[in-house]
Each structure stands twice: as structure tokens, then as C-alpha cells.
């Protein structure tokens, strides 16, 4: 069962670069073969006859922004990220279970309204935060191109 989430806040927009991933594989030996690099159960390749073996093949991917986390800052669940059906970017938003800010609305029974007196613009001064800036900081040094905003987002999990 999926649960909708809603997040309202500061959020970054960021399209995280591409890279290499070696991904392993039961495949084709044959590197000329058609079916090289696709997954193969059987012992020998039914279309080029070679060898099938546990194989390595490097596919682009995008970095994963848990992985980026893990390897900046040796903390994976600093921020979360949700990724839009089709889109080549993804929405990072603080983790609710570090209270790091934003509001967070749950899926429940009971009705959930929050009045902001000061409006929306008042969650912009987040960004200012030490984790915000270190993430920002980070994406600059790295070149990896983003976008500040401020809004509500809804997704399922």
C-alpha cells in the first residue's frame, strides 16, 4: 500500500550527473554476440553458442543522491530525494526523521491544516541552515547544476 506524502518547504531541484555503473550480469562471453550483456540463465548462449558467465558491464546511470551523501558527507540519510515519473531531476527535501525543517503532512484520518501567518517566504530563511549550505556548497564544488525553490510537493511512498 502506498502512502502519500506531503512536504511543504524549502527543496532543492537537482540534475544529478551521469556516471559509470559496472553492473554485474549473467551473460553472453561473446562480446560481438547480440544477446552480450543481457541476462542468460542457461549454461550456453542459445543464439551465438559461447560460454554464459557472471559477466561485469559498465551502463550510464545517474548518481544516486544516497550514494552522493554517503561519499561527501558519510551520511546517507541527510537528505531525501524523490524522483518524478519521466523527469531528469530529482526533488531533495530534508529528512522529516532529522527535523531539519519544513512541515511534513502524514496520510490519517483526522484533518491536517497548518496556518502560516508569515507565508511560504518564511520558509526561504532554511536555506540558510549549516546542512542546507553544506549540500549547496558540495553540488557548487562538484558542478553539478540545481535550484532552490519553495513550495509543496506530494508524492507516494
Same mark, same amino acid.
Given at each position: 500500500m502506498a502512502y502519500r506524502k506531503v512536504?511543504?518547504?524549502p527543496f532543492l531541484r537537482v540534475w544529478m550527473p551521469e556516471r559509470t555503473a559496472h553492473i554485474p550480469v549473467q551473460s553472453c562471453t561473446n562480446e560481438e554476440c547480440k544477446k552480450y550483456g543481457?541476462? @542468460?540463465?542457461?549454461?550456453?548462449?542459445?543464439?551465438?553458442?559461447?560460454e554464459v558467465k557472471r559477466i561485469s558491464i559498465n551502463k550510464p546511470s =545517474?548518481?544516486?543522491? =544516497?550514494d552522493f551523501l554517503n561519499e561527501?558527507?558519510?551520511d546517507p540519510d541527510m537528505f531525501i530525494d524523490v524522483q518524478p515519473d519521466g523527469k531528469e531531476y530529482i526533488?531533495?527535501?530534508? @529528512?522529516?526523521?532529522?527535523?531539519?525543517?519544513g512541515a511534513f503532512f502524514e496520510d490519517s484520518p483526522d484533518s491536517e491544516i497548518l496556518v502560516f501567518s508569515d507565508g511560504i517566504e518564511h520558509f526561504?530563511?532554511?536555506?540558510?541552515?549549516?546542512?542546507?549550505?553544506?549540500?549547496?556548497?558540495?553540488?557548487?564544488?562538484?558542478g553539478?547544476?540545481?535550484e532552490q525553490l519553495t513550495g509543496v510537493l506530494?508524492?507516494?511512498a
Open positions: 512536504y511543504l518547504g543481457e541476462h @542468460n540463465r542457461h549454461q550456453f548462449c542459445g543464439y551465438c553458442g559461447k =545517474h548518481l544516486i543522491l =544516497h561527501e558527507f558519510q526533488l531533495v527535501v530534508p @529528512n522529516r526523521h532529522k527535523k531539519q525543517g526561504r530563511a532554511e536555506f540558510d541552515r549549516e546542512d542546507w549550505i553544506k549540500l549547496v556548497t558540495t553540488l557548487l564544488d562538484r553539478i547544476k540545481y506530494q508524492w507516494f
